[in-house]
């Protein structure tokens, strides 16, 4: 079993830059693929930015492209999101994920990740 907690949530202005961080137990968290998704009141849970087990392969969503920047630490087994020019449309709750396996394969995918934290939220007002 894994546990992801996030952290850095907040209200920021338009325009604005926050830093999330995900802590995850689990020495085998390490081997999978992470990721950050956020779902807005009232839509469904989307798909921002994943990251492969070595740090190296990056993948986002194109909303954010050019905006925010997925890491992770295998070390301190921490994957952060750091989010710049924030919109109103950025507004939700975020959460970071772990893979349900090594593959990195349908990473866009809620259903491709097993672990999940309980979310955090990021309002940013225009």
């Known amino acids: 079993q894994a546990q992801l907690v996030e952290s850095g949530g907040g209200q920021v202005q338009d325009g604005g830059s926050l830093r999330l961080s995900c802590t995850a137990s689990?020495?085998?968290?390490?081997?999978?693929?992470l990721g950050w998704f956020r779902q807005a009141q009232g839509k469904e849970r989307a798909f921002v930015a994943a990251?492969?087990?070595?740090?190296?392969?990056?993948y986002y969503a194109g909303p954010v492209k050019g905006r925010v920047a997925i890491s992770r630490n295998n070390t301190k087994n921490t994957v952060d999101l750091e989010m710049n020019s924030l919109k109103p449309e950025d507004t939700a709750v975020y959460y970071c994920?772990?893979?349900?396996?090594?593959?990195?394969?349908?990473?866009?995918?809620?259903?491709?990740?097993?672990?999940w934290g309980q979310g955090v939220q990021v309002t940013v007002a225009s």
């Open positions: 990251v492969g087990a070595s740090g190296v392969d990056t």
């Open positions: 994920a772990a893979g349900s396996s090594t593959s990195i394969w349908g990473h866009t995918y809620p259903q491709r990740y097993r672990y």
């Open positions: 689990g020495r085998f968290v390490s081997a999978l693929p």
